[in-house]
């Protein structure tokens, strides 16, 4: 008898109520893929927010930081949980779906330059420089503006973005309608001044790339300056060395670019 149970166990698989599955059913059918280093998300943040369907609108977005952080490494930890509210938020839009093209753009410039921007400021300047990590390594003009664009949340390959020319980047991230050219910095600014506040442009110039804004109605210009190598900074529009040393200005929209705004909310 005692045997007769025992075979018994051993054919249903000692099963009291364990429902109990087979390691091959719990593999996945194929192996799941490294992400490469263009496709990883951010590190999780340990106070990340999770969107849910009862709020009408996120929180705030984490404060930018201050101008010299004391701790690198507090910095870059701070700056993945900006990226996970960007997540967050970007999920709680696309639930949503009722936002207009026009204030979808200008909500992606805004965390731009209230949020992403700050973050970077102080970053080194460096002809090869292309960090990921504001304020560890160096980065080129090209870079921070594919970058940034990237940790925005639009899927670009800021490799193959930075390494363009200037006017080909414009043509690669802005809207096409709104591109042109001006060969003097008067003719440049009296356009400027036409567009509304967050408005996101970006200008090439003879041999730079960054972008131009207006706020509360002064304009900026955000840029990895290569002139003595001073790095990101955000400067006003009439004090850049920069502007006022090219030839050419290429001008186009990123707020408007319909392309743009339907990759950051599909």
Same mark, same amino acid.
């Given at each position: 008898?005692?045997?007769?149970?025992?075979?018994? $166990?051993?054919?249903?698989?000692?099963?009291?109520?364990?429902?109990?599955?087979?390691?091959? @059913?719990?593999?996945?059918?194929?192996?799941?893929?490294?992400?490469?280093?263009?496709?990883?998300?951010?590190?999780?943040?340990?106070?990340?927010?999770?969107?849910?369907?009862?709020?009408?609108?996120?929180?705030?977005?984490?404060?930018?930081?201050?101008?010299?952080?004391? !701790?690198?490494?507090?910095?870059?930890?701070?700056?993945?949980?900006?990226?996970?509210?960007?997540?967050?938020?970007?999920?709680?839009?696309?639930?949503?779906?009722?936002?207009?093209?026009?204030?979808?753009?200008?909500?992606?410039?805004?965390?731009?330059? !209230?949020?992403?921007?700050?973050?970077?400021?102080?970053?080194?300047?460096?002809?090869?420089?292309?960090? @990921?990590?504001?304020?560890?390594?160096?980065?080129?003009?090209? =870079?921070?503006?594919?970058?940034?664009?990237?940790? $925005?949340?639009?899927?670009?390959?800021?490799?193959?973005?930075?390494?363009?020319?200037?006017? !080909?980047?414009?043509? $690669?991230?802005?809207?096409?309608?709104?591109?042109?050219?001006?060969?003097?910095?008067?003719?440049?600014?009296?356009?400027?001044?036409?567009?509304?506040?967050?408005?996101?442009?970006?200008?090439?110039?003879?041999?730079?790339?960054?972008?131009?804004?207006?706020?509360?109605?002064?304009?900026?210009?955000?840029?990895?300056?290569?002139?003595?190598?001073?790095?990101?900074?955000?400067?006003?529009?009439?004090?850049?060395?920069? $502007?006022?040393?090219?030839?050419? =200005?290429?001008?186009?929209?990123?707020?408007?670019?319909?392309?743009?705004?339907?990759?950051?909310?599909?």
């Amino acid at each position: 008898m005692n045997k007769i149970v025992f075979l018994l $166990l051993v054919l249903f698989g000692f099963g009291c109520g364990s429902n109990a599955t087979s390691p091959s @059913a719990a593999l996945p059918e194929s192996p799941v893929p490294t992400p490469s280093p263009e496709s990883a998300p951010a590190p999780a943040a340990e106070s990340e927010w999770e969107p849910t369907s009862d709020q009408v609108a996120p929180p705030p977005p984490p404060p930018p930081p201050a101008v010299s952080p004391p !701790d690198p490494a507090q910095h870059a930890k701070d700056y993945a949980q900006l990226r996970q509210w960007i997540k967050g938020r970007r999920s709680e839009l696309q639930r949503a779906g009722e936002e207009s093209a026009s204030r979808l753009g200008a909500e992606m410039s805004r965390i731009l330059i !209230d949020s992403i921007f700050p973050y970077w400021r102080g970053t080194p300047w460096d002809f090869n420089g292309h960090t @990921a990590v504001p304020r560890q390594g160096e980065i080129a003009c090209g =870079y921070f503006v594919s970058t940034t664009i990237r940790h $925005l949340g639009i899927g670009i390959n800021r490799y193959k973005v930075a390494q363009q020319a200037a006017a !080909d980047i414009i043509h $690669l991230l802005c809207d096409t309608t709104s591109i042109q050219e001006f060969r003097s910095l008067d003719q440049l600014r009296a356009k400027l001044e036409e567009r509304e506040n967050y408005e996101l442009l970006i200008v090439g110039l003879d041999f730079h790339v960054g972008f131009l804004y207006k706020k509360e109605d002064v304009l900026y210009f955000a840029h990895s300056n290569y002139l003595d190598r001073k790095g990101v900074e955000v400067e006003r529009f009439d004090d850049s060395p920069a $502007l006022r040393q090219s030839n050419l =200005y290429v001008l186009g929209s990123f707020s408007r670019n319909a392309d743009m705004i339907r990759q950051w909310t599909p």
